[in-house]
């Protein structure tokens, strides 16, 4: 069966500082991969996706950038991070390509930049 | 402009009332509609994928039913378990970069009191 892990759980980070969060799935091949963030009380907005190695998408420009570096790895990061950073990341996967089939979610990673 | 709307925000219910969440969409060719519970601190989990119009989905208490404009999560008899978040996503007929986005509504907060 298939698994997504992310790690860390939470970090606590001063602005100014760097970033990087992991995401890795287990128990398939040549996944769609996405990251997410979550604002308190609202939706999931789409940060980035990837369909294949080294192929990333970017949704929303801001100070974030992505990487995949394997098939079934993918990478979030900043060189500097600013307040309005802070929410909960989300790494989801769904089988590709020409994927049209539900995204499964990893456990997420509470961000606070303080 | 593809757009997902959900209703009520919040929705509070004694145990074993039964009650309905709305989920509206607005997109250009549906694609699927996923449905989506996600529990405080934790990465959403993936309920139903629903098709097309008259369709319809059973787990447990739950039971998701999509027309052309609209799906409805009814919840039978609902007990405190079921408190969640639940979310609802749309995907559209439309291929960006080998990938079909998904459209994310708000959510609803359901709480069932014992």
């Known amino acids: 069966s298939q698994t997504i892990h992310q790690w860390p759980a939470t970090l606590v980070q001063p602005v100014g500082s760097p970033l990087s969060l992991e995401c890795t799935v287990e128990g398939t091949s040549n996944p769609n991969l996405y990251w997410y963030r979550q604002a308190a009380g609202r939706g999931l907005q789409l940060l980035f996706y990837s369909v294949g190695i080294g192929q990333i998408s970017s949704e929303v420009p801001q100070n974030l950038s992505a990487s995949r570096p394997q098939d079934r790895q993918f990478i979030l990061s900043s060189k500097k991070l600013l307040l309005s950073d802070s929410g909960f990341y989300l790494c989801?996967?769904?089988?590709?390509?020409?994927?049209?089939?539900?995204?499964?979610f990893g456990p997420g990673t509470r961000l606070t930049v303080l | 402009e593809d757009q997902v709307t959900q209703s009520p925000e919040a929705l509070r219910l004694q145990e074993g009332e039964s009650s309905s969440l709305n989920c509206s969409y607005t997109v250009s060719g549906l694609r699927g509609l996923f449905w989506y519970r996600q529990d405080p601190g934790k990465g959403p989990e993936f309920l139903f994928t629903?098709?097309?119009?008259?369709e319809e989905k059973e787990k447990e208490r739950l039971k998701a039913t999509l027309t052309k404009k609209e799906s409805f999560l009814h919840i039978t008899a609902p007990k405190p378990e079921d408190s969640a978040t639940y979310l609802c996503a749309v995907q559209a007929m439309v291929l960006m970069d080998s990938n079909y986005q998904l459209i994310w509504g708000a959510g609803t907060k359901l709480i069932i009191k014992p």
């Open positions: 989801a996967w769904t089988s590709g390509p020409w994927s049209y089939n539900e995204q499964f």
């Open positions: 629903l098709y097309s119009a008259g």
